[in-house]
C-alpha cells in the first residue's frame, strides 16, 4: 500500500546534528501513527520517535530533549531532526507504519538510512 524511503543519514561528529526525512509513496494523511526506529550495530531494533495524524508525539528516554519527529502531511513526510548526537546515537535508522488492510495488520518498512557518530 505505501512504500517508504529514508534518507539524510551520514557521518557526523559527537555534538553535532543531522536531520532525517521519510518519504512516502501515497498520501500519509490516514495513518494514525507514524514511527522512527533504530537498529544499533549487535543490538536489536528500538522505538526512537512516534508521531500521531495530530501532531501528538513521543521519544524514547535516551533521545529525549534532543530529537524532534515531525510530519507533513502535504508533503508525505516524516522528518527526524537529531541534535547533540551521541556516539551511542550510532544506528540504521527506519521508518515505519502499519496499515490495516482489511483481514490483518501490515508493517511498512523503508530501506534505513545510516547515521554513524564518532570522531
Known amino acids: 500500500q505505501v512504500q517508504l524511503v529514508e534518507s539524510g543519514g551520514g557521518l557526523v561528529q559527537p555534538g553535532g546534528s543531522l536531520r532525517l526525512s521519510c518519504a512516502a509513496s501515497?498520501?500519509?494523511?490516514?495513518?494514525?501513527?507514524m514511527v522512527w526506529y533504530r537498529q544499533p550495530p549487535g543490538k536489536q531494533r528500538e522505538m526512537v520517535a512516534t508521531i500521531t495524524k495530530g501532531g501528538s508525539t513521543d521519544y524514547a528516554d535516551s533521545v529525549k530533549g534532543r530529537f524532534t519527529i515531525s510530519r507533513d502531511n502535504a508533503k508525505n513526510t516524516v522528518d527526524l531532526q537529531m541534535s547533540i548526537l551521541k556516539p551511542e546515537d550510532t544506528a540504521v535508522y527506519y521508518c515505519n507504519v502499519r496499515i490495516w488492510l482489511g483481514s490483518r495488520w501490515t508493517d511498512y518498512w523503508g530501506q534505513g538510512t545510516q547515521v554513524t557518530v564518532s570522531s
Open positions: 501515497r498520501s500519509i494523511s490516514g495513518f494514525n501513527t
